[in-house]
């Protein structure tokens, strides 16, 4: 039997149910509409925008899964240009582009206007100081106009030639017939790249040979440190100030190794300085490789007479050896990669070779098949094809992939984005050769005809082909480094034939240079044994 008392409960508790239910349904409802419209932001904004969050989460999945990849394919689809917004109460917001004429407009017309700015600076100053890569106004003038002048001396270019053949010739080759005769080793094609140009920086602006290329491949902990610091760095790009300023302050994760790899770069570049003012003074021992850029720069005085202080004599040697080290020998990595799935490309270059070593005057090396064979500057600089396939290479995979900027007063892009003073604006150079509209359809395939006509290679505007940037800020060491990439290419495709091992993993890694995360796994053989 049912007391009144008991029906009473009942009701009484269905209708607290019910109540609940009317809210967690009220709840569900209102989840659902956050989750509806933070969705649909992704159709006018590229991305969905979460309350709180806003892009964070994309972003937090982007760069798990490729962060070039992932920003060049939403400005695919934003038609060059979308703004990337932070969560709710940080300035952690960017505008994004990789539009010709917005990059045309912020690399040359408009330069003065975007600066790398406080808010960058600040990020890569533990790195890098007051270097010409971090720097703006009158300080980046000064030590630009210092490498320049240094870049385009006769002297510097000759030391180019000399150093690059004894470290091509006598040191890459020695290891590389070393892994032939022990039986068709594995090597990492692109450590091996890595260890010849920081040599050859070291030795070209330092007058510091470091040697890692030498035969058993010395470890020397500057290069891991240097790695590490770059790679944290770009990553302090993409995180909240809050969180990696916090972090650090707690010497916690990657701030903690960032702070250990920081004092190993800035330990070497302090020995090299320190090494090389004595040297100086003492005068006791003659420069080995002659004049370079650090005794240049020691030497400067100021109208006062004062000399350049320590700090920016550590700062511009920290800059030119990211400049000098990562950029040709990753550039020359992945092509070499590319290489290995185009035949045909490989067979055009050496018939260039060939064609270009066999119009030597008769009594000189004629040696189209002559293993020890050097290829003169002159020849280096006629070989158009060679110089098409590494900026086609280029082209796909920039070395330097992001490009920072902030904007000093209000401004407006070409397309019609709105900058308050202080935007932060990333252009990113991956995207830039990647896009439909600029390259075609078949954007995603690596042609180098695409640069020749009538068999000479034709530029294109900076602001369509950015990897050495543009404008005032274009890249110092282009010429050099396109010596130096041809040189070792035409060197190594003479006498090698380099084969990736098959299945080895690619991807890019994420740091300031574009690294292959995992290497260049690759076997060689001689040619010789094939004529
Ligand atoms: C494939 C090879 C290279 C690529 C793709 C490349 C790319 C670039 C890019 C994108 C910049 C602009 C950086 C910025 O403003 O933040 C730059 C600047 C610069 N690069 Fe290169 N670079 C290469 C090789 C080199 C080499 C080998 C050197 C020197 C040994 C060098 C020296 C410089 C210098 C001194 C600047 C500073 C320009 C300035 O801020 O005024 N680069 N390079």
């Not at 969050?53 to 999945?61: K, Y």
């Not at 006769?154 to 004894?166: I, Q, Y």
């Not at 019609?416 to 252009?427: A, R």
Request: aromatic share 12%; proline share 3%; hydrophobic share 40%.
């Amino acid at each position: 039997m049912f007391s009144f008392k008991s029906v009473r409960t009942v009701v009484s508790d269905l209708l607290l149910l019910s109540k609940e239910l009317r809210t967690i349904e009220f709840m569900f409802a209102f989840v659902l509409v956050v989750i509806i419209h933070s969705l649909r932001q992704k159709k006018n904004h590229g991305l969905p925008i979460w309350p709180i969050l806003g892009m964070l989460p994309s972003l937090l999945l982007g760069l798990r899964s490729g962060v070039y990849d992932w920003l060049t394919k939403i400005l695919n689809h934003q038609s060059g240009t979308f703004v990337f917004k932070g969560p709710w109460f940080t300035s952690f917001n960017y505008v994004v582009t990789s539009k010709p004429k917005n990059l045309k407009y912020l690399l040359s017309t408009n330069f003065s206007n975007f600066a790398k700015g406080e808010s960058f600076n600040y990020i890569a100053r533990d790195v890098f100081g007051e270097g010409f890569f971090n720097s703006d106004g009158v300080a980046w003038l000064l030590q630009r106009r210092a490498v320049s002048a240094a870049f385009h001396s006769n002297e510097f270019r000759s030391m180019t030639v000399e150093s690059l053949v004894d470290l091509v010739h006598r040191r890459l080759f020695s290891i590389l017939d070393n892994s032939i005769k022990s039986g068709n080793l594995l090597i990492d094609l692109q450590d091996l790249l890595l260890r010849l140009s920081f040599d050859n920086i070291c030795i070209l602006a330092f007058g510091v040979d470091t040697g890692t290329l030498n035969l058993g491949l010395p470890n020397i902990p500057f290069v891991k440190a240097f790695e590490e610091a770059t790679c944290v760095t770009l990553l302090r790009f993409f995180t909240p100030a809050l969180v990696w300023r916090a972090m650090r302050f707690l010497n916690l994760g990657r701030e903690r190794r960032l702070k250990t790899s920081i004092r190993e770069v800035h330990d070497f570049v302090d020995e090299v300085i320190h090494t090389k003012k004595k040297d100086i003074l003492s005068k006791s021992t003659r420069d080995k490789f002659g004049s370079n850029i650090l005794t240049t720069f020691i030497a400067m005085k100021d109208d006062k007479g004062s000399s350049v202080p320590e700090k920016i004599l550590r700062d511009t040697c920290v800059s030119l050896i990211l400049g000098g080290r990562d950029t040709s020998s990753i550039a020359l990595a992945w092509f070499f990669w590319f290489l290995d799935q185009n035949s045909v490309v490989e067979e055009k270059i050496l018939a260039e070779i060939y064609r270009i070593v066999g119009e030597r005057e008769t009594g000189s090396d004629k040696g189209g098949t002559e293993a020890n064979l050097v290829v003169m500057p002159e020849e280096v600089k006629r070989m158009e094809y060679l110089h098409a396939a590494l900026t086609e290479s280029l082209r796909l995979y920039p070395s330097v992939p992001l490009e920072f900027r902030e904007v000093v007063e209000d401004d407006v892009f070409p397309d019609g984005t709105t900058l308050k003073k202080g935007t932060k604006v990333i252009y990113s150079i991956h995207a830039v050769g990647r896009m439909k509209s600029i390259w075609g359809k078949d954007c995603m395939e690596f042609k180098p005809e695409r640069w020749l006509t009538d068999g000479k290679f034709a530029r294109e505007p900076t602001y369509k082909f950015t990897a050495f940037n543009g404008g005032p800020r274009d890249c110092l060491g282009k010429d050099f480094a396109y010596y130096q990439m041809k040189f070792i290419a035409a060197s190594i495709i003479h006498r090698y034939r380099v084969k990736v091992e098959r299945n080895h993993p690619v991807a890019p890694k994420l740091s300031l240079s574009m690294y292959m995360k995992y290497g260049l796994k690759v076997t060689i053989s001689s040619r010789r044994c094939e004529n």
